[in-house]
């Protein structure tokens, strides 16, 4: 059989150790596989390229993907579904292996659910929110960039006795801000899955300072939108809204730190990670992680599984449908945001 293996949606540590995956455990079942060219739109346009054994030597450790991204969708286009129809077919592909987040495996879902289009899914997004696998592909390497940048700040924040307010990525869910504020030793963690009061971390901060830190780490997920004691909530804050229709977050950090200077008098200095959490090398464990899902991909395709999601559960990788992962998002479990507030 012929596979086609495309990324979808934002970038990831990962990808690429992912496609290396999917084309020699392919391979080794005796199957060719054609990368297809920024996600479903080089479907769209017959944007492939040919994917050997060597074709993938060395990108194992390679940030980005070497297939390129987009968030392109068939179903928003004119034409567009005809033409991935059409494209399919003229390649004689026998299947697509989609590596994306909840964008590209929507798609995958509607194509394989509606039309009976065969596709399987590799989850990946460094926010870590799709349903059905405990983690994503990029989640680790995210983690540990944010979490580096928090101990540095640690040094300087401690010198000038400051509130640093670190922004993180997180559109839906605050997966990175509560993963690298516990493992950064943040004083506060704003999410938006539960939302605090900006007045009840500013009463944290005051207390560490009376009880004698003259510093504080707070760390906020782009997705928290400023919530007052009242219940009031403001806007989520938005940049603009990219070349697909999707809003652009980004900014909540300046106004979190405004308003801790207002309430308590600190002076406070805001770092946004942004796209910095996306790039270099994946860690061990993202490489491993989508090795063993790239893999699972392969194996579901060579036995015609379409439909289905290569997953991470408990430790094992296993198959869910594409409409578990896509039907709800997942959170940060409360265990993990109180704790992180008994720590602090
Ligand atoms: O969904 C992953 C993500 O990194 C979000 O955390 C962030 O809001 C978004 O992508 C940024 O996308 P773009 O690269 O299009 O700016």
Known sequence: MIFGVLT????????NAAIRAVVRGSIA????????????QGLAERATVPLDRNAVSGILPRGGTILGSSGWNPYREDGGLEAVRAVTAELGLD????????????????????????????????????????????FD??????????????????????VM???????????IAAASGIAGGADVILVPEEPRAIEDACDHIRRR?????????????????????????????????????????GGIGRVVADEITRLTGFQSRVTVLGHVQ???????????????????????????????????????????????????????????????RVVA
């Open 278 to 340: 996306r790039g270099g090398t994946p860690t061990a464990r993202d490489r491993l992680l989508a090795t063993r899902l790239g893999l699972k991909a392969a194996e579901l395709a060579s036995s015609g599984t379409w439909g289905r999601m290569a997953a991470s559960r408990g430790g094992e990788i296993v198959d869910v449908s594409l409409e578990e992962a896509i039907a709800t998002r997942k959170g940060v479990p409360p265990e993990w945001i109180r704790g992180g």
């Open 165 to 175: 307010v670190v922004e993180v990525m997180g559109r839906h869910t605050g997966w």
């Open 209 to 249: 300072h009376d009880d004698g830190k003259d510093f504080s780490i707070v760390v906020v997920a782009e997705g928290y939108s400023l919530t007052r004691r009242s219940g009031e909530q403001d806007e989520l804050v938005v940049q603009d809204v990219d070349a697909y229709g999707f809003a652009r977050l």
């Open 141 to 162: 390497t995210a983690v540990h960039v944010c979490t580096e940048a928090i101990d540095r700040l640690h040094s300087t924040a401690e010198s000038h006795n400051r």
């Open 95 to 138: 299947g697509v292996v989609a590596i994306g987040g909840e964008g590209t495996l929507g798609v995958a879902h509607r194509l394989h659910s509606e039309l009976g289009y065969p596709v399987v899914g590799v989850p990946k997004t460094i926010d870590n929110d799709l349903a059905g696998t405990d983690v994503t592909i990029g």
């Open 8 to 15: 979808g949606g934002g970038d990831c540590p990962g990808l």
């Open 29 to 40: 079942s005796g199957h060719a596989v054609v990368g297809i060219r920024r996600g479903w």
